[in-house]
């Protein structure tokens, strides 16, 4: 079964530029979460999506957005970039409540 | 205090030795407990869940649980060098199953 995949692997921003991340979950995943990893901040949870319907947001400015579409695929944007989101973006599928599985992750720079 | 703490090492350990990494967690309401290790570059991997109070072993691995200390370790027996990475433990929210909170990683450093 293939794992959760992620576009792009790498991207380079300028500050104040927006970005769109893309998430394939596992087959038969309806749950999507994304996540943030800094050095300094560790793992931080981002949201999640279950049915094309946010279910749970951390804390994060409202610059961070996300979506669900119909297929489980899911797209987390960020607009107006400052140097402080440069980080891996990683996004991880499961059943409902159940063990999370993460993808490569995105590699974001923001210059 | 953090909600998830763990030691952030680095643990060394000598080939072949059991290697045991804790975590403590401040949500009483917490009721899945994950730990997934993180190779340098790479994304974190699942090594084992753990639901309930107890022990659950999976081959070298055992995670224990205590819900009453709001504890969780992760023993890893007959260490390998390719055991050497970050070790991540993470706990669900209370009342929201699918949201981690995650330790910032113990580094685990197994030597020949």
């Known amino acids: 079964k293939a794992g959760v995949t992620q576009t792009p692997r790498y991207l380079i921003k300028t500050r104040g530029q927006q970005v769109t991340l893309s998430c394939s979950p596992i087959?038969?995943?309806?749950?999507v979460s994304w996540y943030q990893q800094t050095p300094g901040q560790g793992l931080q949870f981002l949201f999640e999506?279950?049915?094309?319907?946010?279910?749970n947001k951390g804390n994060f400015p409202g610059r961070f957005s996300g979506r669900q579409f119909s297929n489980s695929r899911s797209e987390m944007n960020v607009s107006t970039l400052e140097l402080g989101d440069s980080a891996l973006y990683l996004c991880?599928?499961?059943?409902?409540?159940?063990?999370?599985?993460f993808g490569p992750g995105t590699r974001l720079t923001v210059l | 205090q953090k909600e998830v703490e763990q030691n952030s090492g680095p643990l060394s350990v000598p080939e072949g030795a059991i290697a045991s990494l804790n975590c403590t967690y401040s949500?009483?309401?917490?009721?899945?407990f994950f730990w997934y290790r993180q190779y340098s570059g790479k994304s974190p991997e699942l090594i084992m869940s753990?639901?309930?109070?107890g022990d659950k072993e999976d081959g070298r691995f055992t995670a224990q649980l205590n819900k009453a200390s709001q504890y969780v370790s992760l023993l890893i027996r007959d260490s390998q060098p390719s055991d050497s990475a970050t070790y991540l433990c993470?706990?669900?929210?209370?009342?929201?199953?699918?949201?981690?909170?995650f330790g910032t990683g113990t580094r685990l450093q197994v030597f020949p």
């Open positions: 991880a599928s499961s059943h409902l409540g159940g063990e999370q599985f």
């Open positions: 087959s038969g995943h309806r749950s």
């Open positions: 999506y279950f049915s094309e319907t946010q279910r």
């Open positions: 949500d009483r309401g917490s009721q899945s």
């Open positions: 753990i639901y309930s109070n």
């Open positions: 993470a706990v669900s929210a209370s009342g929201n199953t699918d949201k981690l909170i």
